[in-house]
């Protein structure tokens, strides 16, 4: 497994332990109140678990997952747009967290941008590798075809 796709889904697992945490220490807050801040964990929980967690998760499969370059020296692609992204996307959803908590909405803007750029980030890195299957059959099939002609 590639190291980018091992760290995306150590942080989403890191993530979902605290999105987890936070989601508990609300519903035990339902049950039986302890403080009043602690509804003040609902968007930072929210945050963690959709972006932290989820996208990131899906983020390292797919890295992992998605079809490589053929005969290429770099077959995973330009690899530093994906380790940007994490970054990026990392940095966004901590950010955006602490500033659901405290309230700040100029700093759950700069969260919301940085969060975008990573995922912009990883958009460009996988976007080469994603292609139908059919069409990689029909494009191998057309070239045995002309080099078949060509042996003739």
């Not at 035990?28 to 998760?57: A, C, S």
């Not at 919301?112 to 080469?128: D, E, K, N, Q």
Request: proline share 4%; net charge positive; hydrophobic share 55%.
């Amino acid at each position: 497994m590639p190291k980018l796709s091992v760290w995306m889904i150590r942080a989403a697992l890191i993530h979902m332990g605290i999105g987890f945490l936070f989601g508990s220490l609300i519903l035990h807050h339902k049950g039986i109140p302890i403080y009043d801040w602690t509804w003040r964990l609902l968007n930072p929980h929210i945050e963690v678990v959709v972006f932290g967690w989820v996208m990131q998760l899906v983020m390292g499969v797919a890295f992992f997952a998605l079809p490589r370059f053929p005969k290429r020296e770099k077959r995973y692609g330009a690899e530093w747009l994906g380790w940007l992204g994490l970054y990026l996307l990392n940095g966004g959803v901590v950010l955006t967290s602490f500033a659901y908590w405290s309230e700040n909405t100029t700093v759950i803007i700069v969260g919301r941008i940085l969060t975008s750029l990573g995922l912009a980030a990883y958009v460009v890195l996988i976007w080469p590798r994603v292609k139908a299957f059919a069409a990689d059959v029909a494009l191998q099939q057309k070239s045995s075809v002309a080099h078949s002609k060509q042996s003739n």
